[in-house]
Structure formats: structure tokens, C-alpha cells
């Protein structure tokens, strides 16, 4: 088994090093773990890709790439150059320092990676660490992603459907701000949306007079309906949502008809 991983952290985020213990757990001895990673933070890019420009990329390490890109780049990179000759059998992204439950899906260079893969016809994991007060001053915060990430990943596939010849599954999974040994369980749920709470911009001058703003998240620490990921990260599950990149808002077609 050949395993491509990619996060939206950087190359030297703690969560990728997560990711690769994970990843090679899976492989076994005999499988091959292959890295293509931003050399810098790309958090919030979303599925950006390099349209417009190109983007170097260089070789760290034996099946350890760094690409001057998002982490759809690195995936497009990764199939299309450094394994373009041993095509991987599954890419897995992240593991995302904070979660991308609810609306930062959206956002989410993490699931951007693992979109990418889904668009290029292969099966893709976005795997996020929720952070909160039980777990963001131990030792270790993604304890519950690499005690229970390996188990969790093993599951979707062998649960997965069979794949669409359109726009095909992938997943968002998301680990409790709990300890490992806290988690309850799994829960396969929608996409939630967190009410009251939203991205906004927080102004700032510089000592020269010069205005910037900042982006600033919203409360994370608020639950979304139950049923959806926020509601059981929050309730101390790993919360699984299959996801497919095709924004068609099909409830909303047979109203709109009357426009015709």
C-alpha cells in the first residue's frame, strides 16, 4: 500500500509527523509512506491552487517533499510528478493543528488537499485535532488523533461505498479536544453550522500610521445541531462526515424551477 500525505500546516508542523506515524501504521513493512507538504503555513487557503504562477519544490528527505504551494498543489504535485510512476492508493491530510468541523470546512486547506485527491479519482481522509481546555496544555494535543487516527481511517474504508463516477466521497474527520484515552467513540455526522459566531477582522496601526487588519476566528467551544460533527467533537467523539465537492444545492432545484 502506497499512502500520500499532505497537510495545510507546513512541512515542519507536529501534526504532519502525527499524520506519518499514522500513515506508516497502515502501510505495514512492506508499504511506502510518501510526503509532499507546504514548505510554509497555508492554513485557510481552502482548494486553492497555483493557477497563475509556478511553484518550486524541493526534496527533503528519502519520499519527503516540500512544495511551494497550497496543499492542493502538493497533491496535484505528488500524482503528477513525484509519484507519477507508482500512483499512491490512498492521500490522507493533515493532521490539522484546530478543527474543520462545521463552516471551517470551508475555509480548510486540509480538506482542500483531500478534495483535490477525490477530483483526481482517489479515496482521501482530511484528518483535524479539535483544540479545547482538556487538551491544549498536555504534553502532546493530538493525543486523540494518534491514539485513535490508524482505527478510525481503517473503518471509513472498509465501510466506504462504492465510488461515483462524478464527483466522489471523501472524508472529514474530526478528533475530540479530549485525551486519547477520553474519546467515547465514533459518530458519523453532517456538517454542522455554529450560530452566533464567524470569522471577522480585528484593525490594527502600525507605528508609522499604517492601518492592517487582522482575520480573527469565532468561538469554537459552541455547539452545532446534534447529529453534526461540532455537537459530538464537543460531546467527546471523533465525528466522520463524507463530503463531496459538488456545491449543487439539490433541496433548492425543484423550488427554483419556477424561474424557467
Not at 504535485?77 to 499512491?88: F, S, W
Not at 446534534?226 to 456545491?247: C, E, H, I, Q, W
Amino acid at each position: 500500500m502506497r499512502i500520500l500525505i499532505t497537510n495545510d500546516d507546513g512541512i515542519n508542523a507536529p501534526g504532519l509527523d502525527i499524520l506519518e506515524t499514522i500513515a506508516a501504521e497502515l502501510t505495514g513493512p512492506g508499504g511506502e509512506v510518501w510526503t509532499v507538504a507546504p514548505a510554509f503555513e497555508q492554513s485557510g487557503v481552502a482548494h486553492c491552487i497555483s493557477y497563475t504562477h509556478p511553484m518550486m519544490i524541493a526534496k527533503m528527505g528519502e519520499r519527503r517533499y516540500a512544495a511551494e504551494g497550497s496543499p492542493a498543489d502538493c497533491v496535484l504535485a505528488g500524482l503528477h510528478d513525484v509519484m507519477k510512476d507508482t500512483p499512491p492508493d490512498l492521500v490522507l491530510s493533515g493532521v490539522n493543528r484546530g478543527n474543520n468541523s462545521a463552516e471551517n470546512a470551508l475555509y480548510s486547506g486540509t480538506l482542500g488537499g483531500a478534495i483535490e485527491a477525490a477530483l483526481q479519482g482517489l479515496p482521501a481522509i482530511a484528518l483535524s485535532q479539535y483544540y479545547g481546555p482538556r487538551n491544549f496544555g498536555i504534553d502532546n494535543p493530538f493525543d486523540a488523533a494518534a491514539g485513535h487516527g490508524a482505527d478510525v481511517i481503517r473503518r471509513i474504508l472498509a465501510a466506504m461505498p462504492q465510488a461515483s463516477e462524478d464527483y466522489r466521497l471523501f472524508f472529514n474527520v474530526n478528533f475530540p479536544p479530549v485525551p486519547a484515552d477520553e474519546v467515547k467513540g465514533i459518530q458519523v455526522t453532517a456538517q454542522g453550522f455554529r450560530r452566533g459566531t464567524q470569522f471577522e477582522v480585528e484593525p490594527h496601526s502600525s507605528p508609522s500610521g499604517r492601518r492592517f487588519l487582522w482575520i480573527k476566528g469565532g468561538n469554537q467551544q459552541i455547539r452545532t445541531k446534534p447529529g453534526t460533527d461540532a455537537f459530538a467533537n464537543l460531546d467527546g467523539y471523533v465525528s466522520v462526515t463524507p463530503m463531496r465537492a459538488d456545491l449543487t444545492a439539490h433541496d433548492a432545484l425543484t423550488a427554483m424551477k419556477a424561474i424557467e
